[in-house]
């Protein structure tokens, strides 16, 4: 079991409310117990599945739009990262969470 911290973003276009609601639905679904809330775009929570895994069950079983989303999923145990959707600086991304 690892700690994983998620962030996202979801667009403004089309229907951003569904999108965003089908992110945390998903999200939530792989958590074993609690999960920790309280700011926006950002949830903490146990699982047991690896950084890829999650990151990509969380895209394809939302409703994720990867022209308009973006998603982080960080295994915080491992130090480990996996980001869905077009990042706009992926560079300084993988030179900090490397330098851990």
Known sequence: MALFAISFRIGMEGNSGERRDSLLDQAKANASGIIWEDTSSFLLFNCDRNVEELASDIHVNSKMDLR?????VVNLSLKRYAAKGELTDPITLSSLMNSR
């Open 68 to 72: 308009y989303d973006r998603l982080l």
